[in-house]
C-alpha cells in the first residue's frame, strides 16, 4: 500500500510542481527545483523526522518518475498552455498528491509506532512539506497557509487511518476507500471554496 501511494503521490506532484513552475516562469533549472521538492520534498522530511535514510535516495524510481514526468510535460507542450494552474489536471494532480502523500505519512508513522500526534504530524508534513519548501524558495505565500481545508484533510486521513490501525482495519479496500471519499472532498472543498473563516 505505502509503495502504489507513494507511486502516485510522486507522480501527481511532479505535474503540479510543474505547473507552479510555469506559473511563475521559471528557467530549466528552476523547473527542475521546483518539481523535485514538490514531488520528494515531503517524503524526505518524513523519513528524516523517524530516522531513515530516505525512500528516494535508496531507491532509484523515485528520481525516474520526476523526470519521465517533466520530460512528457515539456514534450507535450503544457507549458505553453495559458491559465495553467486554473486547469483541472493541475486541480485534479494537485489532489492526488495530496491525498496519496497523507496516506504514506499516516502508514510511514505507524509503522515506528507513533502515536496520535506522531501519526497527524507526519500525514502532514508528508504531504504539504514539499510543497512549502518549493513556495519558499520562490517567494510565495506556502498554498497551504492560504486555503483551509487543504491541511485539513490532510489531517483527517492521518486521524482515520489512525483509528483503523486501532482497530486492526488497514487494508487495500479501507485505504483506497480513504484516497476516493478524500478526493471527492477536497475536489468539492475547491471548486466551493471552502475554507475556516477567522473571525
Do not use: C, Q
Request: hydrophobic share 55%.
Amino acid at each position: 500500500m505505502f509503495e502504489i501511494a507513494e507511486f502516485i503521490g510522486i507522480i501527481a506532484f511532479s505535474m503540479s510542481g510543474f505547473f507552479v513552475a510555469v506559473r511563475n516562469k521559471l528557467d530549466l533549472l528552476g523547473v527542475l527545483i521546483a518539481t523535485f521538492l514538490s514531488a520528494l520534498g515531503g517524503g524526505i522530511l518524513r523519513d528524516v523526522i523517524v530516522d531513515k535514510i530516505p525512500f528516494t535516495f535508496t531507491h532509484n524510481y523515485p528520481a525516474l518518475i520526476v523526470l519521465s514526468v517533466l520530460i512528457l510535460m515539456i514534450i507535450f507542450k503544457v507549458n505553453k498552455r495559458k491559465s495553467i494552474e486554473n486547469k483541472a489536471l493541475f486541480i485534479v494532480s494537485d489532489s492526488i498528491g495530496l491525498v496519496s502523500f497523507s496516506i504514506t505519512g499516516a502508514i510511514v508513522a505507524l509503522e515506528y509506532h507513533l502515536n496520535l500526534a506522531g501519526v497527524l504530524s507526519l500525514s502532514f508534513l508528508t504531504a504539504v512539506g514539499g510543497g512549502i519548501a518549493r513556495d519558499v524558495i520562490i517567494n510565495e505565500i506556502p498554498f497551504v497557509l492560504k486555503t483551509g481545508f487543504y491541511g485539513i484533510i490532510s489531517l483527517l486521513i492521518g486521524f482515520i487511518i489512525y483509528i483503523l490501525h486501532i482497530f486492526n482495519s488497514m487494508n487495500i479496500y479501507t485505504i483506497s476507500t480513504i484516497f476516493t471519499l478524500s478526493m471527492i472532498l477536497r475536489l468539492i472543498a475547491f471548486y466551493n471554496k471552502w475554507s475556516i473563516p477567522l473571525k
